[in-house]
């Protein structure tokens, strides 16, 4: 590549992908061949535009020093070399947080909404959903009219970035006719993003039988990254549709010749979709609260400074406002604190795994110290094979080819050991580790597993990725610490894990679906990943039902491609306007976190003006403690479980403007201008203003009560000493 890299400006998976580019190249000089250059949409921190674009880098768009940008890999060390680059970073791309809930959670049950004040139903408050899978079409997603209320939406993925794309890339949809004519994202092997969406936000479908919690908010939807490697029929990668884009736009003639095997896999693209989000909120003079239910395992060896950098640069504005998914990692054991001297020797599983899954997963060691590491498998014969990696020897691979009946042969071992010096003086190595299949290897008791074995002469931490390298087998353990996903780790977002209150659901066959898998009703759910992050930060912030929750599935999803187990979710199925429409149940913090971005809608729409800090303040104040045994906050609940209704008392000032208020809220609907109590005939109803002036107070014998002299506006309603709640009064 010419001239050598300034690595210290450099992330992570930047350094990894320059030491393997040159380790290609110099195998194909031997060989006589070429290695292909490769795509990227890194953030780049600089002083001026003008010193990236002079170094042939393409700029979408920045947020103060911090730049979108594209480039191909032959052109970062130059880059990195400027004086006017700080920091060049390109990171992992997310995993939605419920792609592991199929085999975490298969109970599923009835949402039926949570008890929300009908003064509050997020109208006028902007709602986001940066997800994948969308379906535009579905009722949810319109008025009552049949108008969308989808102000717009990207889809980063189609490849028509030149014709219909913002700044180049994908397809950009913001009338109801380019809403109609796409019908949803080109990524529909899924539902993820419809799923999340009709929680956060869905309309009343079947009569009032399900809908969103701020379902008259105004709703935005954007491709995040998760989709990069799904594959169209074509054969392509959906990474590879953006990085077609990217070539084919007229930023730079040597981008043209670029190609990636891969596609672009990158983080880039939805940062530029939240960025957008928020301009465009501001545009409209509208609060909004953007949902982020995807994640990717916490390492000290990935530095995200500026993608932190970034969300919190969009969250300091009052009224902007980031909800993240804590994770679904809770079951996993993937972290250790090791002392110096003492050796940890576990088994190392891979789990959700399939039998013909043979891919490498990172491990990684973290010391100031030496380690060696050695792994071990045995197959049923009692065969052994044995690969040792140390930290005197960076940049190495050892492993074999195992050879089986077939005389396939298996990769088994490490690659690419390399380290990133932390600020505190450690080393954070990281190596990916590989076994065989299941399908052709044989292992000894059934289990593909590795023994593990680390010895360091100083305090060390071992850590897996994700659930699928992990010391412990699925359901050993729960709500296990360092578990929580970035960017639910950042400070500045608010971070939702996931409580169980529904354990079983009927189907639209009549057939209860419960299997709890381990999970206690009122308590945290297993999977729910827990605090602390590796900075030390409480998280999560929150806690909201997550388990067995009823929403939309995308009816772009073809008939055929709907797995059976994904059918046997469906609570209910009908046809509108010549397409089929699911409900569906599922589980995971994907769908507590769209939860709590509902109800901030709520409390946007009452306080606009709310940020981060605030709300917190407000969750100190206000939320349930689901176990009694502990102090909160805590690393399991954060601050307990989400009360919408205390808080919008709180946030109004409501408990102290009328301090004999009751905060257990009652059930009310709203006829005209007459007021029905729910479950309650003879009753004693006070009505008052918001600053807690009494306007009604009467004894109802049936249940009602009239408001035909209140004007237009919000009031508080107490019922005796049932509880209250808020309503709004409607103009005649």
């Given amino acids: 590549m010419g001239q050598q890299a300034d690595m210290s400006k450099l992330s992570s998976l930047l350094v990894t992908k320059l030491k393997q580019h040159e380790r290609k190249a110099a195998q194909a000089r031997r060989a006589r061949q070429q290695v292909a250059d490769e795509m990227l949409m890194p953030l780049v921190k600089a002083d001026s535009e003008e010193t990236l674009t002079r170094q042939g880098v393409h700029v979408f768009d920045h947020l103060g020093d911090i730049y979108f940008t594209a480039m191909p890999l032959s052109r970062v060390a130059q880059l990195s070399n400027d004086e006017g680059v700080e920091r060049i970073e390109l990171n992992e791309i997310s995993k939605p947080t419920m792609d592991q809930t199929d085999s975490i959670v298969n109970a599923r049950n009835a949402y039926d909404g949570l008890l929300l004040p009908q003064a509050y139903t997020g109208k006028g408050v902007l709602v986001g959903i940066c997800d994948a899978n969308f379906d535009f079409t579905h009722p949810m997603f319109r008025n009552a009219d049949g ?29 109801p006719e380019k809403l109609a004519a796409a019908r949803g994202t080109i990524d529909s092997l899924s539902f993820h993003g419809t799923h999340v969406a009709g929680i956060a936000a869905g309309s009343p479908v079947l009569d ?12 935005v939807m954007f491709s995040s990254d998760t989709s990069s490697s799904e594959v169209t029929e074509d054969g392509v990668t959906l990474g590879q549709l953006v990085d077609n884009d990217i070539k084919a736009a007229p930023y730079d003639p040597e981008l043209n010749s670029l190609y990636s095997q891969e596609g672009l896999a990158s983080t880039t693209a939805s940062l530029l979709g939240m960025k957008h989000f928020f301009d465009y909120a501001d545009q409209q003079h509208k609060p909004a609260v953007l949902n982020c239910s995807f994640g990717l395992t916490q390492t000290f060896y990935y530095d995200e400074s ?49 039998e013909e899954d043979e891919n490498r997963y990172k491990l990684g060691i973290t010391t100031t110290g030496k380690f060696t590491a050695t792994m071990t498998i045995t197959e049923s014969n009692g065969k052994e094979y044995t690969a040792t990696i140390d930290s005197e020897h960076s940049g190495d ?42 399908k052709n290897i044989e292992y000894a008791n059934g289990e593909r597993c590795a023994r593990l074995r680390i010895e360091c002469d100083k305090d060390y931490i071992v850590n897996g990725f994700e659930t699928v390298l992990s010391f412990t087998n699925y359901y050993n353990v729960a709500n296990s610490p360092y578990t929580i996903s970035s960017p639910g780790s950042y400070e500045c977002v608010v971070t939702v894990g996931a409580t169980n209150y529904r354990p079983t659901f009927v189907n639209n066959q009549g057939k209860t ?62 046809n509108e306007n010549g397409r089929t429409y699911q409900m569906m149940g599922e589980s995971g913090t994907s769908m507590s976190a769209p939860v709590v971005t509902g109800i901030m809608a709520l409390w946007l729409q009452a306080d606009p003006t709310l940020t981060a800090a605030r709300i917190k303040e407000v969750f100190a104040q ?21 009360d919408t209704y205390a808080g919008l008392l709180k946030i109004l000032n409501i408990d102290t403007s009328i301090p004999n208020l009751p905060r257990q809220q009652v059930g009310v609907s709203l006829k005209g201008r007459t007021l029905h109590i729910d479950g309650h005939d003879d009753v ?26 209140l004007p237009a506006g919000v009031y508080a309603v107490k019922v005796g000493s049932l509880g209250s709640t808020l309503i709004r009064v409607g103009k005649d």
């Fill in 147 to 175: 108008t969308p209320r989808i102000k717009w939406a990207w889809d980063i993925f189609t490849g028509r970035g030149a014709t219909e794309g913002y700044l180049g890339i994908g397809s950009y949809y913001d009338t």
């Fill in 622 to 642: 206000t939320a349930k403690h689901p176990d009694a045994r502990l102090s909160y906050p805590n690393n399991t609940y954060g601050y307990g479980d989400i």
């Fill in 397 to 438: 691979n050892e492993y074999f080819t195992i050879t089986d009946d077939q005389n396939i042969y298996h990769d088994f071992g490490f690659f690419d050991l390399n380290k990133v010096t932390l600020k505190d003086g450690r080393n954070a190595w990281f190596v990916d580790v590989t076994i065989p299949n299941q």
């Fill in 208 to 219: 009032g039988k399900y809908r969103g919690i701020a379902y008259e908010s105004d709703i």
């Fill in 306 to 354: 500026l993608t932190k950098e970034i969300y919190k640069r969009l969250t300091e504005k009052p009224g902007h406002i980031i909800v993240c998914s804590a994770g679904n990692n809770g079951i996993s054991d993937y972290y250790h604190e090791m002392k110096g001297g003492q050796t940890f020797q576990e088994k190392m599983y891979y789990n959700g795994m399939s």
């Fill in 513 to 574: 679906i419960s299997d709890e898998k381990n999970n206690v009703e009122g308590i945290a759910a297993n999977f729910s990943s827990c605090g602390p992050t590796l900075s030390g930060l409480t998280k999560p912030d929150i806690c909201a039902p997550g388990f067995n929750i009823i929403s939309a599935h995308s009816s772009c999803v073809q008939a055929e491609k709907i797995a059976p187990d994904d059918a046997e979710k469906f609570t209910d199925v009908w």
């Fill in 684 to 709: 004693q109803v006070t009505i008052y203003s918001l600053t807690g002036q009494q306007l009604i107070d009467v004894h109802t014998k049936n249940g009602t009560v009239e408001l035909s002299a």
